[in-house]
């Protein structure tokens, strides 16, 4: 009995030695990632060619729903850029809604545009207006409407835009490995009724059981209710797995809007576990409560200006017959240490990198 205990002990003890050293490089590399999307962002590396801007055009931005900060903050880059090239823009509201989006795209075709942006929803979602658009011979481009960047012959999408969705899960899951020191107890909120939810939501829950955390549950629950949804939601996950519940991991800021109050009625601090990190967009309340250290430490932001920038810039390309830019825009992970450079006072990542001037130049607008 004795010796059997013994090679017990020894097969116990030779498995943590051989775990040091995977640990240990597992923690580096994690903290290599976060440390790479944390630095300033000061060089552009956007294109460096493109067609002189293509005069007196009219474009429809079609918003999946402008409560949302990631879309709300590309529209205001698309009107910006609009403003710049010499552009007319309209913006329709889809208010988070399928129904909402149909009709929004029905008054897109009623205005007879020369190009138009999905912004903010899979756009397979809207299929027979997709062919419509395609009949009509519109050049069309998106922010966030699927899993594909670029062009998307399935939707007939000129381009997508985005930053690499999978690197920010991963930079997102990697935050709350290193934070947890190694032992995260992650709860991850997704919306299956995107595509590209369900993928960031699946990446960050491979990566953080890859690094050897653990998964508590993996919650879908609609983005478009989550004033409604979160607050007993929360209330429900905090009593089912209490300490357990070291870090929260959701596809899009906006779950944490709605978590605060829940969340200091059970005697949590703004800076106590659960640990929010939100993988993307980057919104106004998510800047302000890293600020405040409120109920959230970190958001995975994307450079959401910018990204309206580079959606006018496609569509000049798609009216001037060449293809797309091939641009992935930078991510940037946001803590309270670097929460006041590009853009951070007023909000926002908006990098420090003269993205804007440089379209200028590239329309002959400068």
């Known amino acids: 009995m004795k010796r ?22 597992a923690m580096a590399d994690a903290k290599a990632v976060v440390d790479k999307y944390a630095t300033k962002v000061t060089g552009w590396d956007g294109p460096k060619t493109s ?51 149909t009709a929004a795209f029905g008054q897109a075709m009623a205005l007879k545009p020369s190009g138009i942006i999905i912004n903010g929803f899979d756009a397979i979602e809207q299929a027979p207006a997709l062919e419509q658009v395609k009949a009509a011979g519109i050049p069309l481009v998106a922010w966030h409407a699927g899993p594909v960047i670029g062009p998307d012959e399935k939707t007939g999408l000129f381009a997508n835009v985005s930053t690499d969705a999978m690197e920010v899960s991963k930079a997102a899951a ?24 369900i993928a960031k939501a ?28 979160m607050p007993q939601l929360t209330t429900s996950l905090l ?19 709605f978590m605060g109050p829940s969340l200091a009625a059970a005697g949590k ?37 910018l990204q309206g920038w580079q959606l ?33 006072p007023k909000n926002s990542f908006d990098p420090d990198n003269g993205y804007r001037d440089e379209y200028k130049k590239l329309w002959g607008k400068m």
């Open 239 to 257: 009593q089912k797995y209490g300490d357990q519940w070291t870090h929260s991991l959701a596809i899009n800021d906006l779950y944490f809007d």
């Open 4 to 25: 059997r205990t013994l090679i017990k002990a020894s097969v116990a003890m030779l498995a943590l030695t051989l775990a040091g050293p995977a640990l240990a490089d």
């Open 269 to 305: 601090s703004g800076t106590d576990a659960p640990i929010n990190v939100a993988a993307g967009d980057g919104s106004e309340s998510a800047y302000q409560r890293i600020r405040a250290g409120q109920f959230q430490k970190v958001t995975v932001a994307e450079p959401l200006n």
């Open 202 to 229: 699946d990446r960050m829950k491979a990566e953080i059981e890859a690094l050897g955390g653990t998964v508590l549950e993996y919650v879908d629950t609609p983005i478009a209710e989550t004033s409604q949804r």
């Open 51 to 101: 067609p002189k801007a293509q005069e007196g055009k009219t474009i429809v931005v079609l918003a999946g729903d402008l409560k949302n900060g990631g879309i709300l903050g590309v529209t205001t880059g698309v009107e910006e850029a609009a403003a710049a090239i010499g552009w007319e823009v309209k913006v329709l509201d889809g208010a988070g809604s399928i129904g909402g989006r």
């Open 312 to 344: 006018v810039d496609e569509l000049n390309r798609a009216f001037a017959g060449e293809a797309w830019s091939g641009y992935l825009s930078p991510l940037h992970v946001v803590t309270s240490d670097n929460v006041e450079f590009d853009g951070g």
């Open 174 to 197: 990697d935050y709350a490995y290193v934070d947890a020191k190694g032992k995260p107890g992650v709860i991850i909120f997704t919306d299956s009724t995107y595509t590209i939810a």
